[in-house]
């Protein structure tokens, strides 16, 4: 059975640094996701990542995966207040393409 | 840009008593999903639907909830008698097909509470 955790659960960053945010899963998986959610909201796509290798960057947020290490990390550079929110990794799990989704990391930027 | 819809935002229902959440997937999407997650925890995964039949369920999804695509655009997850710990939030999830690059979009989430 496919299990996804993330560490860390809740992460305090100041303004301007950097961090990383950890994605393990048990078994093979064919797809990576990333998901942004803020507080009473629903869960917005941030990036798919498929195969060894693969690192996506959208302005400070860069995803990567290592499918031998079954590990994905969401690297934050330089962090601004807008960042702050709760970001699900979330593996596929098998052939209907259902999503098993990770605890999630709070993440909360402060000035 | 199109979005997967649900009504109602929120829902407050006795427990025993029946609801149907609603969502309106994007158009061109042939696959539904329904996934919840009770406060402050992750989201889990409860069923996925296609060519009008379900084709996988979670140990959650038991005879209490069904699922249906009553017409062209609707795709709906009833829970016949709720439970306290059906309350939680539900979301409606679609994607175009299950290749390798396709996402789930995710609706603004229905939430229940059941007193």
């Known amino acids: 059975e496919l299990k996804v955790e993330q560490n860390p659960l809740f992460l305090s960053m100041q303004e301007g640094k950097n961090y990383t945010i950890y994605c393990n899963y048990s078994t093979t998986s064919d797809r990576l996701y990333w998901y942004r959610q803020d507080p009473g909201k629903s869960l917005e796509s941030l990036f798919v990542l498929l195969s060894n290798g693969a690192v996506k960057q959208e302005g400070r947020l860069m995803a990567s995966l290592d499918t031998k290490a079954r590990l994905s990390t969401l690297h934050i550079t330089a962090a601004v207040h807008d960042l702050s929110a709760t970001y699900f990794c979330a593996a596929d799990g098998g052939a209907t393409n259902k999503l098993i989704f990770g605890t999630g990391t709070l993440l909360a930027v402060q000035p | 840009e199109p979005e997967v819809t649900q009504t109602p935002s929120h829902q407050v229902t006795q427990m025993g008593q029946e609801v149907i959440l609603r969502c309106v997937p994007i158009s061109n999407h042939l696959y539904f999903y329904w996934y919840r997650q009770i406060l402050g925890q992750k989201v889990e995964f409860l069923v996925s639907?296609?060519?009008?039949?379900?084709?996988?369920k979670s140990e959650i999804f038991d005879d209490q909830f069904s699922v249906e695509r009553p017409d062209g655009s609707n795709f709906t997850l009833k829970i016949r008698s709720t439970k306290l710990e059906d309350s939680a939030m539900y979301f409606c999830?679609?994607?175009?097909?299950?290749?390798?690059?396709?996402?789930?979009?995710f609706g603004p989430g229905t939430r229940l509470t059941v007193l």
């Open positions: 999830a679609s994607s175009e097909t299950v290749g390798a690059m396709d996402t789930q979009y």
């Open positions: 639907f296609y060519n009008n039949e379900i084709s996988e």
